[in-house]
């Protein structure tokens, strides 16, 4: 079916993803026609690459707003966000920390950088077969072993874990390690007492925020976030980096949507929507539990992120039965339990319709629960700047064990690999592997 089909045809769906809005334009601003405000840099507008007008004033409110030295609109999702912040911190072979359970882009960003990485593994949830927090000792003795110019981590993860990254700051500042936290989950965080605070104002030198995930903004909407004690970097260096990745025809509208977005999550309006957002949330998990129904929790957890599960039926059982019957989606699902977004957008109409489904789950009390097995600690042989556009042939998976992958194993979301290109092929990796795998030479 064309794309222009697909998005005439009305989704008859109740979708608990990114991004939250709901379909709905949630800011006072009317953007269905993107044609009435799509221009370029003409005369009396501004240029996202060297701001000096509306978008500078724009981009200095975020900062006064975040708490920042600098906040920087993206038009091209925190992706761009992430390779811009790796470019204006890593140099060529500087040596780059950077946790497993980090997204996709951040590979990427080690190509674009030639940054050299070494892995470290967050902590695990075996009951939910999740990723958790950093564990700042284990943090600290890394970094006493090695000299590292970047830790790169993401709090909080798509379940809504948040690391200590007050501490976690001190400890990369003593090491003199930036800290460049991927805070795209975590957009609402500076506009609710009750969400955890904010990694710019727990100290990270750097953070990026999806907008558009669960904050009402529009797709490919986000913001690099940039401390006011950042060391030995200024922001020209960060802005000659966005500079580097970001389009030369950025759209207005999507520039006025992150204005937008800002001013609403900063009024009263925005506030009372998170906060009675987080109540329906309190209510709606209070009663759900009655029914059998568990959430993950922990401290510091973001409450509108609702991973849960239900004793005699899988995670990804759950998630067939809720979409097969009652035509809701999860984010993502895994073994032991289903995820389900909130943010601004999500109405209490919305949660009454997953509460009301979830109570009928239907479970088989003789159900052996499953385990999720983590990935082991990579093994990498080729450094990923090395990775690309390498002589690669194909072999029988059986002959494939300690080759060198040319591929990526990636489930999305989360995006986070399991295997990437230039890691040995590990026993575990097997079970994800095509017949054929493509292996460098
Ligand atoms: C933790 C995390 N970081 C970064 C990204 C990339 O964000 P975007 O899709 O805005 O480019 C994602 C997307 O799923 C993500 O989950």
Not at 49 to 73: E, R, V
Not at 204 to 219: E, P, Y
Not at 349 to 372: C, D, G, H, I
């Amino acid at each position: 079916m064309s794309i222009i089909k697909l998005l005439s045809k009305k989704l008859e769906r109740t979708i608990f993803t990114t991004p939250t809005h709901n379909q709905k334009a949630v800011f006072s601003q009317n953007y269905d026609c993107f044609y009435k405000n799509d221009f370029s840099e003409i005369e009396g507008y501004d240029n996202l690459s060297d701001p000096k007008n509306s978008i500078l004033m724009a981009q200095g409110k975020a900062a006064d707003i975040l708490n920042t030295k600098n906040t920087y609109f993206i038009t091209q999702g925190t992706t761009t966000a992430i390779h811009a912040a790796m470019k204006a911190l890593i140099n060529p072979a500087d040596k780059v920390l950077v946790a497993r359970n980090c997204h996709k882009s951040v590979f990427s960003g080690l190509i674009l950088t030639a940054g050299y990485v070494d892995w470290f593994m967050p902590e695990t949830n075996k009951e939910w077969g999740i990723y958790t927090k950093i564990d700042p000792k284990k943090l600290e003795s890394t970094l006493q072993l090695n000299s590292y110019k970047v830790f790169i981590m993401t709090s909080p993860t798509y379940e809504g874990v948040n690391s200590d990254i007050k501490k976690i700051s001190e400890i990369c500042k003593r090491y003199n390690t930036y800290l460049i936290v991927d805070e795209a989950h975590g957009a609402l965080y500076n506009f609710s007492d009750i969400l955890p605070q904010t990694a710019i104002n727990q100290g990270a030198d750097v953070s990026v925020n999806s907008l558009h995930k669960t904050a009402g903004a529009l797709n490919q909407t986000a913001l690099l976030n940039i401390n006011k004690d950042i060391r030995n970097i200024d922001s020209l260096t960060f802005q000659k980096a966005i500079n580097l990745f970001q389009t030369t025809s950025p759209s207005y509208p999507l520039l006025a949507n992150i204005e937008a977005c800002l001013n609403y999550l900063n009024s009263k309006n925005g506030y009372d929507e998170i906060q009675n957002l987080l109540l329906e949330i309190d209510k709606f998990k209070n009663e759900l539990r009655r029914f059998g129904v568990e959430f993950f929790e922990d401290d510091f957890h973001d409450p509108t992120k609702l991973f849960l599960k239900k004793d005699g039926i899988s995670g990804f059982d759950l998630s067939d039965f809720m979409f097969d019957d009652y035509k809701i989606e999860d984010e993502l699902n895994n073994a032991i339990g289903c995820l389900y977004l909130c943010g601004i957008g999500t109405t209490k109409q919305k949660l009454e319709k997953l509460k009301n489904a979830l109570k009928k789950v239907q479970t088989n009390p003789s159900f052996e629960p499953l385990s999720v097995d983590f990935q082991p600690f990579p093994l990498v042989k080729i450094q990923p700047v090395d990775t690309f556009n390498r002589n690669y042939i194909f072999i029988n998976k059986q002959d494939s064990l300690l080759k060198i992958s040319n591929k990526m194993i990636l489930p999305y979301p989360p995006g986070i690999g399991l295997l990437y290109p230039g890691e040995a092929i590990q026993k575990w990796h097997l079970d994800y592997l095509n017949n054929d795998v493509e292996v460098i030479v």
